[in-house]
């Protein structure tokens, strides 16, 4: 079993930003930040595959949103910037403890364990 930990939610206006961070309680292959809205499945935010050093963000968020982590492999941050009310969501951090093909890793049912979520309210 892996603990999955969020902080850093809040609510903030348009055009600020939050920093969320992640920690997970043991190596992760895979790390990756999701969102959701009520009635929506979630949503791929972006992820770090530290198997090959690589990490990816969701077309539609690059230039705003950043992903990094640190060599432990179990601490992940996403930083938001120039935040939109569309960003309001909760914001879920899920690991994989092995390796998958990209293609995969946008995909929430391919993450073993979750965190329990960080609201993110965007509003003036």
């Known amino acids: 079993q892996v603990e999955v930990i969020e902080s850093g939610g809040g609510s903030v206006q348009p055009g600020g930003s939050l920093r969320l961070s992640c920690r997970a309680s043991?190596?992760?292959?895979?790390m990756a930040w999701f969102r959701q809205t009520p009635g929506q499945e979630r949503e791929f935010v972006g992820n770090?595959?530290?198997?090959?050093?690589?990490?990816n963000v969701a077309e539609s968020m690059k230039g705003r949103f950043t992903i990094s982590g640190d060599s432990t492999r179990t601490a992940l941050t996403l930083q938001m910037n120039a935040l939109e009310p569309e960003d309001t969501a909760t914001y879920y951090c899920?690991?994989?403890?092995?390796?998958?093909?990209?293609?995969?890793?946008?995909?929430?049912?391919?993450?073993?364990?979750w965190g329990q979520g960080t609201q993110v309210t965007v509003s003036s």
């Open positions: 770090r595959d530290w198997g090959v050093g690589r990490t």
């Open positions: 899920a690991v994989r403890m092995n390796r998958i093909v990209l293609s995969g890793q946008r995909s929430p049912e391919n993450y073993d364990y």
């Open positions: 043991r190596r992760t292959s895979i």
